[in-house]
């Protein structure tokens, strides 16, 4: 499969070559959560930043070498990757930082950085002949799932968390899978998934524990790296849920190094919501995670047994980052200054990077001349909810000029929200 060269089992370090349809350690099931490895020595050969310059894809596909298909003839025909990255003056001074900048993954198809996973996921399922997709989701995954494998031509079916709203799961229907609304929890949900993989045959894209799916993730750090012209930022500060993102960017990070792309690598910072800080507790405490039971506003965040937890501790540790805690509040502020400042709509589980980053500013764990990129891994516009709790509701007027001059005079008068 393309210049995959095998696997290793980050629980027991086993190595493997690639294990056809199988997804973690066969010694030690499903907690040895597999890392694809590459022929590095081949990829560095033909692909190089000077390449790159040469190279009219404008997608993820760009970096084909260092993903786990075959090609391109069987990818779907949405366009995923090469989302911006903006450097965010106003919202840098507003918060006392030299440099921010934002990757704004909500320009991908369906409005998140999971495109990036369900694009190889679908491209995989396809080679190998799968007629069938599934996953557990509270949102971004099933979405995602759901456009790219009607615009591929592929079947799935989605089990979703009886959290997620009327309006998205008949969003998740327009593209015709089969969902289901799991009277339980997101674990449930992804439960039901796994068994019905395992029982029907089906692709298994749940990212956290299919191998094939974060590398379609750490693109997003190649392309980060390409547009800051293969520099780094001090640090990244990425949205934690199951790990597998902020494992997916120090990936990357780690394979530019390794073919001499970049010079320097940075810090990760992962940030989560306060009632699902299972990851936080392990990496701070030092053992193996404890379920929880998440009540955040933030939903992508809602996770309470992480499964990537080992290569999200690893990538935290590794690049001497760390991992911080942030409340709803704090969520929710951060959705309105990332709206007032920067122009970007953000889903509250990346507004929490902002949050996150910002605490680590007043506890002085970051000092304000560093540089960051926050990862803003989807777009607040299917979550009004959380828009409103953020910023309240708009004032009426009469309809009348006159009658409404007063109020219109004393809004002219108000100090601008900082």
Request: with cysteine; charged share 20%.
């Amino acid at each position: 499969m393309g210049m995959v060269s095998g696997m290793v089992c980050v629980r027991c370090g086993r190595t493997f070559g690639r294990l056809k349809r199988a997804l973690w350690c066969p010694g030690c099931g499903m907690e040895g959560i597999l890392d694809l490895q590459y022929d590095y020595d081949t990829i560095g050969k033909v692909l190089t930043p000077a390449r790159f310059g040469q190279t009219a894809a404008r997608t993820q596909w760009r970096y084909l070498p260092l993903l786990p298909v075959r090609g391109l003839t069987r990818v779907p025909p949405l366009e995923v990757g090469w989302t911006p990255l903006y450097d965010a003056r106003d919202l840098a001074q507003t918060v006392g930082m030299d440099r921010i900048w934002l990757k704004d993954e909500s320009k991908n198809p369906t409005g998140s950085i999971e495109d990036r996973a369900t694009a190889v996921a679908v491209t995989c399922a396809l080679e190998d002949n799968y007629a069938m997709l599934t996953c557990g989701s509270t949102g971004n995954a099933a979405l995602s799932s759901a456009a790219l494998t009607a615009a591929a031509g592929l079947r799935a079916t989605l089990f979703v968390s009886r959290e997620v709203s009327d309006g998205y799961v008949a969003q998740l229907l327009l593209f015709g899978p089969e969902v289901f609304v799991v009277e339980g929890s997101y674990e449930d949900a992804v439960q039901l998934s796994l068994r019905s993989a395992e029982e029907y045959g089906w692709f298994n894209r749940n990212r956290a524990v299919n191998p094939y799916l974060v590398e379609g993730v750490k693109t997003v750090a190649f392309e980060i790296a390409e547009q800051m012209h293969w520099a780094a930022p001090d640090c990244i500060v990425v949205p934690v849920a199951e790990g597998s993102t902020i494992a997916a960017v120090w990936k990357g990070y780690g394979e530019m190094k390794r073919l001499g792309w970049i010079h320097s690598l940075p810090k990760m910072i992962g940030v989560q919501a306060e009632s699902a800080a299972a990851l936080y507790a392990a990496w701070k405490e030092g053992h193996d995670p404890v379920a929880v039971r998440p009540q955040t506003i933030a939903e992508s965040l809602a996770v309470g047994v992480p499964r990537d937890w080992r290569k999200a501790v690893g990538a935290v540790r590794e690049s001497g980052g760390m991992l911080v805690t942030v409340s709803d509040r704090e969520i929710l502020q951060a959705m309105h200054i990332l709206g007032e400042r920067s122009g970007i709509m953000a889903e509250p589980g990346s507004a929490a990077t902002l949050a996150g980053l910002a605490s680590l500013l007043r506890s002085r764990q970051v000092p304000r001349t560093a540089s960051a990129v926050l990862l803003i891994a989807a777009g607040g516009l299917r979550h009004p909810a959380a828009a409103i709790a953020a910023t309240g509701t708009a004032r009426t007027l009469p309809p009348d000029f006159d009658r409404a001059r007063a109020i219109l005079q004393r809004s002219l008068s108000r100090t601008p929200f900082v």
